[in-house]
Nanobody, 126 residues
Framework: QVQLVESGGGLAQPGGSLRLSCAAS????????MSWARQAPGKGLEWVSG????????YYADSVKGRFTISRDNAKNTVYLQMNSLKPEDTALYYC???????????????????WGQGTQVTVSS
């Protein structure tokens, strides 16, 4: 069965960095786009970043552009999210999400995705 296991969350200071990882199994990883989404307490879901099956294109929410970088290693069945210059407003539960296609037409549409990880908490605070 499909499994998405996130890791790398934790507590960071404002201006600091964290690197999230998502280890995937149970499907042919290189055939699907992957994304990261987040949800802060009391707020709606935000699609943070996405990457095509072969890594040839990426998506970033305006709120993280220039600070976050998504990447993937298809040999390791893993997708990453490098988060730099963290802000308190980045505090959220971060989910790794599998798309149901190689190249989603709409990165921020829930119907483009079929499996979710359990999430990893990121807290940015001094």
């Amino acid at each position: 069965q499909v499994q998405l296991v996130e890791s790398g969350g934790g507590l960071a200071q404002p201006g600091g960095s964290l690197r999230l990882s998502c280890a995937a199994s149970g499907f042919t990883f290189s055939n699907y786009a992957m994304s990261w989404a987040r949800q802060a307490p009391g707020k709606g879901l935000e699609w943070v970043s996405g990457i095509y099956d072969d890594g040839s294109d990426t998506y970033y929410a305006d709120s993280v552009k220039g600070r976050f970088t998504i990447s993937r290693d298809n040999a390791k069945n893993t997708v990453y999210l490098q988060m730099n210059s963290l802000k308190p407003e980045d505090t959220a539960l971060y989910y790794c999400v599998k798309a149901d296609s190689r190249r989603p037409a709409h990165w921020a549409a829930k119907y483009e995705y079929d499996f979710w990880g359990q999430g990893t908490q990121v807290t940015v605070s001094s």
